[in-house]
């Protein structure tokens, strides 16, 4: 079946310490993967798409497929950084495509 | 114009009574999606729209839940008889383009959700 696990519900960092938010997968297909966030009272929005290999607000995620990961991850954590991140799995199917979302991680950084 | 729309933004009401939540896609937008996300369940999907395909509806938790969606835009969420577990956030999101295999995969636009309480 395909899933996303995100294993921490917390991660607690200082502003300036290397970030590293934990996304796995399960898909028996070529996993296309996403990270969206949702910053305190903003609307849920996508940040990053692996096809992309882009770099957005300093945050990269790279697809390791031996590992079934897609970790996301910053060297130096900003106190804007702080927000609700959720790792997202596109499932295709017939005429639908869903994203599969993980439980989501709280990324808080302590000034 | 603006974003996606839902309506309304909070809604209490008392187990047993029914509740409708609306949604306004981003126009021109064909793709229209429900989700809910409750505190340690993430994101949860409930229904698809796609254009005039039948609406994939695989995400429903019960026939107590369903959706319509009008000339292709304009969405509504039915809980019928509400339970105090339906308690949540219940976000919309629309998106452009085509689904399927070979299809890219289009960003999805996200609502600012309809926070429902049970009592």
């Known amino acids: 079946a395909q899933r996303v696990t995100q294993p921490e519900k917390l991660l607690s960092v200082f502003k300036g310490a290397p970030v590293e938010l934990k996304c796995n997968y399960s898909?028996?297909?070529?996993?296309?993967l996403f990270w969206y966030v949702q910053y305190s009272r903003q609307r849920l929005q996508l940040l990053l798409r692996?096809?992309s290999r882009e770099s957005i607000k300093g945050f990269t995620a790279d697809l390791n497929k031996g590992e079934t990961s897609f970790h996301l991850k910053k060297p130096f954590a900003q106190e804007e950084d702080s927000a609700m991140y959720y790792c997202?799995?596109?499932?295709?199917?017939?005429?639908?495509?869903?994203?599969?979302f993980g439980t989501g991680t709280l990324l808080a950084v302590q000034p | 114009g603006a974003g996606v729309s839902q309506s309304p933004s909070n809604k209490v009401t008392e187990k047993g009574k029914d509740v409708e939540l609306r949604c306004d896609p981003i126009?021109?937008?064909?793709?229209l999606y429900w989700y809910r996300q409750s505190l340690g369940q993430g994101l949860e999907f409930l229904i698809y729209?796609?254009?005039?395909?039948?609406?994939?509806k695989s995400g429903l938790p019960s026939d107590r839940f369903s959706a319509e969606r009008t000339g292709g835009s304009v969405s509504t969420l039915t809980i019928q008889r509400t339970q105090q577990e339906d308690s949540a956030v219940y976000l919309c999101?629309?998106?452009?383009?085509?689904?399927?295999?070979?299809?890219?995969?289009?960003?999805?636009?996200f609502g600012p959700g309809t926070r429902l309480t049970v009592l």
């Open positions: 999101a629309s998106s452009t383009g085509l689904a399927g295999l070979l299809a890219p995969h289009n960003e999805q636009f």
């Open positions: 898909y028996s297909g070529s996993p296309e």
């Open positions: 692996h096809i």
């Open positions: 997202a799995l596109v499932r295709r199917g017939g005429a639908t495509n869903k994203l599969i």
């Open positions: 126009s021109g937008h064909t793709a």
């Open positions: 729209f796609q254009g005039n395909s039948a609406p994939d």
